[in-house]
């Protein structure tokens, strides 16, 4: 089943309100949609090649905030490895 657009580009925003409401800030990221977010994440290895896949991909008027996500899920990563 194809998503419509409009569904699909609400995805990010739904994301990011939830991050908001459970972490206090908003990550300023929006606009990729499922499929972008699936094809960058299918053969990455790291995060960092994930959020390059997503950078270099994909046009994104939030690209340049990315690293508020990345860098809030590296410090969730190590602080569960503690």
Known sequence: MILPKKIMKMHTSCLN???K?????DFRVSGYNLGEIKSALNTARTLQEWKNRLLNNFINHSGPFI??????AEF???NNNL
């Open 76 to 78: 969730v990563l190590h």
């Open 17 to 19: 309100e939830k991050a």
């Open 21 to 25: 409401q459970m972490f206090g800030f």
């Open 67 to 72: 690293d508020d996500v990345f860098d809030y």
